[in-house]
T-cell receptor, first 113, second 114 residues
Framework: ETGVTQTPRHLVMGMTNKKSLKCEQH?????MYWYKQSAKKPLELMFV???????ENNSVPSRFSPECPNSSHLFLHLHTLQPEDSALYLC????????????FGPGTRLTVL | AQSVAQPEDQVNVAEGNPLTVKCTYS??????LFWYVQYPNRGLQFLLK??????LVKGSYGFEAEFNKSQTSFHLKKPSALVSDSALYFC????????????FGAGTQVVVTP
């Protein structure tokens, strides 16, 4: 719908599992973002990549590990998560990081049991 | 530091009536302001932005927003609401002075009744 796709759309995992979220943008943008959206809380920025280099990491626990192999793809590797990590994880992209709007994917609904 | 306030958790409006969603901000330097909408089980969709120039900004789906520097506000408006406008609306701000992150408000749920 917006040129940013995310897979899977839904994920249920145990606390000992390892899984990965994938994001792909088809817009030719050079910045990509991971956000966490929890119920009744503002959108939380987790990571920012600009030209495939991580430029921001907002004190995210090490059980979340991002990877940006190229400007079109962004991954979020998950391991030993906690139930409070259950949320909607949104990927976004933009052309540069200044005044250009971000385009969001549909999100991955993650449930940690 | 930058912050965004959306003072209303929910706005209820009858179809055909004007819709206003409020947003105030605090930022050092000049603000870049954005509005996004989120439908259930979907990502955020960009509606409009203010960077510079005319204080009245027109966006998608008939929405517009007015930048008011003295009141540090950027309220979203639509002259005649539709039932399909029912969704969660987010205001966001970034400072022009830095590469700082885009700060989102907590969101306002809009409910348009037939």
């Amino acid at each position: 719908e917006t040129g940013v796709t995310q897979t899977p759309r839904h994920l249920v995992m145990g606390m000992t599992n390892k899984k990965s979220l994938k994001c792909e943008q088809h817009l030719g943008h050079n910045a990509m973002y991971w956000y966490k959206q929890s119920a009744k809380k503002p959108l939380e920025l987790m990571f920012v990549y600009s030209l495939e280099e991580r430029v921001e990491n907002n004190s995210v626990p090490s059980r979340f590990s991002p990877e940006c192999p190229n400007s079109s793809h962004l991954f979020l590797h998950l391991h030993t998560l906690q139930p409070e990590d259950s949320a909607l994880y949104l990927c976004a992209s933009s052309q540069d990081r200044g005044k250009n709007e971000q385009f969001f994917g549909p999100g991955t609904r993650l449930t940690v049991l | 530091a930058q912050s965004v306030a959306q003072p209303e958790d929910q706005v209820n409006v009858a179809e055909g009536n004007p819709l206003t969603v409020k947003c105030t901000y605090s930022v050092s330097g000049n603000p870049y302001l954005f509005w996004y909408v989120q439908y259930p089980n979907r990502g955020l969709q960009f509606l409009l932005k203010y960077i510079t120039g005319d204080n009245l900004v027109k966006g998608s789906y008939g929405f517009e927003a007015e930048f008011n520097k003295s009141q540090t506000s950027f309220h979203l408006k639509k002259p005649s609401a539709l039932v399909s406008d029912s969704a969660l609306y987010f205001c966001a701000v970034r400072s022009s002075d830095s590469w700082g992150k885009l700060q989102f408000g907590a969101g306002t749920q809009v409910v348009v009744t037939p």
